[in-house]
C-alpha cells in the first residue's frame, strides 16, 4: 500500500486484524545524549502528540539519557512508556539492542553484540540494514546469524522501514529479506530531531511496552511510515552542526572553569560531569 504526501512518499506493511485499537512504537530515536537535537522533554512530547504509546531512546553506545526518559515518563504519569535501548556500533553495523540494563561496549563483532544483548534479556533489532555502508549490517552476516544453530547470536528483529538515507533506497530489498528469513518486521523513525518522530513506527496488539515485546517475538506486527523528501534532512544537518558547536563550547568552559559542568546531555542532571539523572522536585514522586 503506497501513497504520497509533500514531505515524502507513505508506505505500509500488511495491516493488523483484531479487536481493539492497535498501539504504535517507534523504537529508534536519538537524544542530546547523543547525536540527535532534541532533549528528553522535548522527545517525550513529540511522541505523545505523535499518539505513539511506545518508544526507545537508542543513543549511539550509550543508555543514560533513555534511562532518564523513562524514569521521567514513570514519574510523571503520562501515557507512554519508554523502552531503554542503545544503537550499538558493532563491526558487522549497527544495532538496536532494546530492554537494556546495562550499555554494550561498541565495536565487537555483530554476532557478539546480539548475545550480549540477549544475556541482559533484551532483544537485538539491525537498524537500516543492507545499505551498502560499514555502519550496516549487510545480507551475508545476517544471513549467516539467522542460519546460527546458536539461537542466543540470531536477530529478533530487522528494522524493515527507515525513513533516511540509510533506509529509503534499500526499503524493497529489506522487506524481502525479511520476508525470506521469518524476520519480525519493525519500522522506526530514526529520529534525529523532534519533529520526526513517529515518521516511522510499528504497530501491535495492545497498548504497553511488554505486549510489544511479546508482539515482536511472536513476529505480530505490522511497520508504517513515511520517507523524507530528497532535500528533508538538511535542516537537521544544520541543527546538528549547531549542536556539536554548543557541545565543545560548553566543554570547553567546564573544564576551564572546573565547576563540573559540560555539554547538555539533555535531561535533568545532564550538564553535570560526568553526567547523572538528577530529577528536580516537580519529578519527585512523594
Known amino acids: 500500500m503506497t501513497g504520497h504526501g509533500a514531505t515524502g512518499r507513505r508506505v505500509s506493511g500488511p495491516s493488523l486484524t483484531g479487536p481493539g485499537a492497535p ?21 517525550l512530547a513529540a511522541a505523545l502528540a505523535a499518539d505513539l504509546q511506545v518508544i526507545a531512546v537508542t543513543d549511539h553506545d550509550r543508555i543514560d539519557a533513555a534511562q532518564a526518559g523513562q524514569a521521567l515518563a514513570r514519574r510523571r ?36 553484540s546480539i548475545v550480549q544483548v540477549h544475556e541482559q534479556g533484551g532483544l537485538a533489532i539491525p537498524a537500516h540494514p543492507l545499505f551498502p555502508h560499514p555502519l550496516c549490517a549487510q545480507g551475508v552476516i ?23 538515507t540509510f533506509g529509503r533506497p534499500v526499503h524493497g530489498r529489506v522487506v524481502r529479506f525479511a520476508e525470506a528469513h521469518g524476520l519480525a518486521a519493525v519500522g522506526n523513525s530514526d529520529a534525529h530531531a523532534a519533529e520526526a518522530i ?15 515485546r511479546a508482539a515482536i517475538l511472536a513476529r505480530e506486527i505490522s511497520w508504517q511510515g513515511t520517507f523524507h523528501a530528497t532535500a528533508g534532512q538538511l535542516g537537521t544537518f544544520g541543527s546538528q552542526l549547531r549542536k556539536y558547536g554548543r557541545d565543545l563550547r560548553d566543554e570547553m ?22 553526567p547523572r539523572f538528577d ?5 519527585d514522586p512523594r
Open 23 to 43: 498501539g504504535r512504537a517507534d523504537l529508534h530515536l536519538h537524544s542530546l545524549a547523543s547525536d540527535g537535537t532534541a532533549g528528553i522533554d522535548e522527545i
Open 77 to 112: 504519569g503520562l501515557a507512554i512508556e519508554v523502552v531503554v535501548g542503545e544503537e550499538i556500533s558493532t563491526r558487522g553495523g549497527h544495532l538496536l539492542g532494546l530492554w537494556l540494563t546495562e550499555p554494550i561496549k561498541p565495536w565487537q563483532s555483530l554476532r557478539a
Open 142 to 164: 545476517l544471513r549467516r546469524l539467522v542460519a546460527d544453530p546458536d539461537p542466543r547470536c540470531r536477530p529478533d528483529a530487522i528494522e524493515v522501514f527507515n525513513p533516511t
Open 198 to 212: 513517529g515518521r516511522g513506527s510499528t504497530t501491535f496488539a495492545g497498548r504497553s511496552a511488554d505486549e510489544l
Open 253 to 274: 568552559r567546564g573544564r576551564i572553569r572546573n565547576d563540573g559542568t559540560g555539554r547538555d546531555h539533555g535531561y535533568p542532571g545532564g550538564r553535570h560531569r560526568p
Open 279 to 283: 530529577a528536580g522536585p516537580e519529578d
